[in-house]
């Protein structure tokens, strides 16, 4: 006894490697989505880091080129804005940084009259 072949073999088989195409397609999919899930999260953490740490201002170069007399703004463009700043009767106190790492700078009038760093 001899098989035949029915008209639907050939649209099963077709089915078949269909099926095991956008299978193939779509576990490199996944594979993809993994690498670059993994890859996403170690940019983000760089540009983290480099925000943290990178782009701080408060370093040993950045005080050395404080001088008494420097007007605010003056000390604005080596710094950046300060964290902080207090002040009463023509006094200023502006800290830059935290308790642990900080430069601190005391203006008489629009003047620099002090500055002092911690943690650099």
Not at 37 to 43: D, E, I
Not at 51 to 61: A, D, Q, R
Request: proline share 2%.
């Amino acid at each position: 006894m001899r098989c035949r072949r029915t008209q639907q073999e050939p649209e099963i088989a077709a089915g078949a490697q269909a099926n095991q195409a956008s299978m193939a397609v779509g576990l490199e999919v996944v594979a993809m989505n993994k690498e670059m899930g993994r890859f996403g999260c170690v940019l983000i953490c760089v540009a983290l880091l480099s925000i943290v740490f990178g782009c701080s201002k408060l370093t040993p170069e950045a005080y050395d080129q404080l001088r008494v007399g420097m007007s605010f703004e003056e000390v604005v463009k080596i710094l950046g804005q300060p964290d902080a700043c207090e002040g009463a009767l023509g006094f200023k106190e502006c800290t830059w940084g935290d308790e642990t790492r900080h430069i601190d700078v005391k203006f008489g009038g629009e003047s620099v009259v002090f500055y002092s760093a911690k943690g650099l």
